[in-house]
């Protein structure tokens, strides 16, 4: 088992920047694909973000591109989301994921492991 903990999230006005951390223990997370969802109210749960085991691959949502930047550090077990020019829409609840198949987090199915989420809120 991965247990996955997010921090980070707070209110930010628009144009500032934000960075969030998945902190994980349990199974080891090195050999785990992770990833980043967002979740706005009223809405479906929507992909962010998806780095690799090795943190060789990174695949980004459009609406995040260029602004967004995940990264990992395997020795602290730990994945990133550094968020910068943010805008009021980017408003939602940010979860971290992990599998061992990097292409269950881009498609955001049957993904093994799912953190609490962190509130991130963006004025305008």
């Known amino acids: 088992q991965v247990q996955l903990v997010e921090s980070g999230g707070g209110l930010v006005q628009a144009g500032g920047s934000l960075r969030l951390s998945c902190a994980a223990s349990?199974?080891?997370?090195?050999?785990?694909?992770m990833g980043w969802f967002r979740q706005a109210p009223g809405k479906e749960r929507e992909f962010v973000a998806a780095i690799s085991w090795s943190g060789s691959s990174t695949y980004y949502a459009d609406s995040v591109k260029g602004r967004f930047t995940i990264s990992r550090d395997n020795a602290k077990n730990t994945m990133y989301l550094q968020m910068n020019s943010l805008k009021p829409e980017d408003t939602a609840v940010y979860s971290c994921a992990a599998d061992s198949l990097f292409r269950a987090i881009v498609a955001g199915t049957s993904v093994d492991h799912w953190g609490q989420g962190t509130q991130v809120t963006v004025s305008s």
């Open positions: 349990g199974r080891t997370f090195s050999n785990c694909a």
